[in-house]
């Protein structure tokens, strides 16, 4: 078997454009699902039980599902409700999206059990009501210990945006595919799809440690 | 000034007060004693809502505790001191003391700074408005946590076991606070194993034990002339 270096060369620049259009899904998509997952975190806490309720179906359901088969349901499913073709970008992001939410849900909800319920109440016996000690107590406090698992979840969605490939959306898998099917190369393709991932995933988990350490020394604010 | 009518609170199965009555008059300073479990601290958290009491009512200065408006009205009147002095951690001291007055009061900052700055004076921490709660020691941050309840201008403050998580050496210095918003007529209710202190500052003391009040009256009668059988078996083992 003879290894072509030069197709690696002569491709890169083009699957560089595809991890352009990864960390651009993986971007929006997380940050989307931060602000889903932040909301769904506390209803889940809520006294309210239907709003608790509509919460943990929604968990459950994104969780007990295929990424795959979501992305799917959504690609299929949205052109119906708004009545036109969509394009893959909007329902990449939005599958994405609504999956991370549900993780960072749980992520939130987490870190938020986490604080000690003395914060809680000494909030509420100063006059503040539950949504500004959540905001000004709670949540800061939180949002600092769970940087870590939000790390992670940063990492899994880049790597689980490789799946929407399936709907013709060019991020760097599916670049990936297309060159090879123009030239064949499968080993030397792959190996630096596989590459351009680590490198990107390795630069999160190091701004990710950096964060921590930086919450971590400066311990405020 | 807080009306305590036939209360009742049950935690699931357990029946932690059974029926208390009482009244606190403004200015007074109100002890509260008794053996742990007797349910001296839920009193306490029904007064300002903490807990919702499962039966009876409780009207603090004239305003009875019957919606979430209500609720947040009253906690805006009544200031409270935890054992575990509960500061947020995340901010500084005059943070700490100058959040609840922006937020709730919606002082404006500088006037918010300048209460706060007082208050610390009163307390004995000028030099400390911008240390963070773990820099400092028990003492101090449990003074911080009275500074922050007083920054709201309560007309009542409730102290739950404020000296029970402190090192012996410095009981003294929040018990001096207290003892001074005491004989500037704060209306008070404590929960505390002090007996000097309660001697010294209480108006009224309240014994309670398995969820009743079983004994009340001055300081004096109820430490030197018990009338109850299980005050007297109470007080023995502690004074
Ligand atoms: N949130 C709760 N859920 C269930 N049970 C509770 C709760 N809070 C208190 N209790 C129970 O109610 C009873 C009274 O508790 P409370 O804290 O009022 O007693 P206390 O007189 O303050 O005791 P201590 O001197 O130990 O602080 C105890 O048996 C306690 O276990
Ligand atoms: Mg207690």
Known sequence: MNFDFDLIVRSFPLLLVGAGVTVQITAFSVSLGLLIGMFVGIARLSNTWIIKALAAVYVDFIRGTPLLVQIFLIYFALPIIV??????FIAAITACSINSGAYVAEIFRGGIQS???????????????????????????????????????????????????????????RRGQLIIARTYGSFEI???????????????????????????????? | MIDIKNVHKHFGKLH??????AHIAEKEVVVIIGPSGSGKSTLLRCINYLEEPTEG??????????????INKVREEVGMVFQRFNLFPHKSVLENIILAPMTVRKTPKSEAIKIAQDLLVKVGLADKEHAYPEQLSGGQQQRVAIARALAMK???????????????????????????????????????????????????????????????GSPEEIFTHAKEERTKSFLSKIL
């Open chain 1, 83 to 88: 009545g036109q073709r969509i394009d893959p």
């Open chain 2, 154 to 216: 309560p007309k009542i403050m409730l102290f739950d076991e404020p000296t029970s998580a402190l090192d012996p050496e410095m009981v003294k210095e929040v018990l001096d606070v207290m003892k001074s918003l005491a004989h500037e007529g704060m209306t008070m209710v404590i929960v505390t194993h002090e007996m000097g202190f309660a001697r010294e500052v209480g108006d009224r003391v309240l014994f309670m034990d398995e969820g009743r009040l079983v004994e009340e």
């Open chain 1, 190 to 221: 792959w190996l630096s799809v596989a590459f351009i991932y680590l490198i990107m995933t390795f630069t999160i988990s190091r701004l990710v440690d950096y964060l921590e350490r930086r919450y971590k020394i400066d311990d405020r604010h």
């Open chain 1, 115 to 173: 604080i000690d319920k003395g914060q809680m109440e000494a909030g509420r016996s100063l006059g503040m009501t539950w949504g500004q000690t959540m905001r000004h107590i709670i949540l800061p406090q939180a949002f600092k210990r769970i940087i870590p698992p939000l790390g992670n979840e940063f990492i899994a969605m880049m790597k689980d945006s490789s799946l929407v490939s399936v709907i013709g959306f060019e991020e760097l898998t």
């Open chain 2, 57 to 70: 009512e409780i009207v603090v200065d004239g305003i009875p505790l019957t919606n979430q408006a209500n």
């Open chain 2, 16 to 21: 932690v007060l059974k029926g208390i009555n």
